[in-house]
């Protein structure tokens, strides 16, 4: 069965400190993932996307890493910022069913001053 | 540059009553259309989606409809909302060509009372 699974559930890290999420996934096969943020009663927004060949991408503050062996995916966050607090969600591409995402349930990030 | 609109952005509505949710993506054509629930504390549940122009498939059995009257409006409906329809709505679209990645709107936050 395919599944995205991300912990933790719920994480609450001081403003300026580093912290990484993480993402456990058994899609197969697999063509893509992808890290979204969700701000509270907003649309996600995706932040980075990642292929089978790539290991590590980053955008600004934000570094995504893959491994594909493992099946594993890490969103890492330097020196948060308050706008940091969101939900981030990681979604899952299959490669055979057009497009079909599997959604993992999110973290959810509060950055505290 | 593309963009996706959705509204109305909350609504309060009776047990009973009709719903109708719409959405407008702007700058491309011939997009996947999709629309998705999220309950308090949980993950994004895929609803519809479209590939074109009324072609719907349904992922879940349950009390809504979906119809895309044009290439680039898609339509959420129900004749008679449940308590359980109460939520947070998320249209998105994405392009064939970049399997996965999905454009969101700003949600539709429905309460049914």
């Known amino acids: 069965k395919n599944q995205v699974e991300q912990s933790p559930q719920s994480l609450i890290i001081l403003e300026g400190k580093n912290c990484t999420l993480q993402?456990?996934?058994?899609?197969?096969?697999?063509?893509?993932l992808r890290w979204y943020k969700q701000d509270t009663g907003r649309g996600p927004v995706s932040l980075t996307i990642?292929?089978?060949?790539?290991n590590t991408k980053s955008n600004g503050r934000y570094t995504a890493t893959l491994d594909a062996d493992t099946k594993q995916s890490s969103l890492h966050i330097t020196a948060s910022q308050l706008s940091d607090s969101a939900s981030y969600i990681c979604?899952?591409?299959?490669?055979?069913?057009?497009?079909?995402?599997?959604f993992g349930q999110g973290t959810e990030l509060s950055v505290k001053p | 540059s593309q963009t996706i609109h959705q509204w109305p952005a909350t609504l309060v509505q009776p047990v009973g009553s009709p719903l109708s949710l719409e959405c407008t993506v702007e700058?491309?054509?011939?997009?996947?259309l999709y629309w998705y629930r999220q309950a308090a504390g949980r993950g994004l549940q895929l609803l519809f989606y479209?590939?074109?122009?009324?072609?719907i498939s349904s992922e879940v059995p349950q009390n809504l409809s979906a119809s895309r009257p044009q290439d680039r409006q898609f339509i959420l409906s129900s004749k008679k909302l449940l308590l359980s329809d109460s939520g947070f709505y998320l249209c998105?679209?994405?392009?064939?060509?970049?399997?996965?990645?999905?454009?969101f709107g700003e949600g539709s936050r429905l309460t049914v009372l």
């Open positions: 998105a679209w994405s392009l064939l060509a970049r399997a996965g990645e999905l454009f």
């Open positions: 993402c456990n996934y058994t899609v197969s096969p697999f063509s893509n």
């Open positions: 990642m292929t089978f060949s790539e």
């Open positions: 979604v899952v591409s299959p490669g055979d069913q057009g497009g079909k995402l599997i």
């Open positions: 700058g491309t054509s011939n997009p996947n």
């Open positions: 479209s590939v074109g122009i009324g072609q």
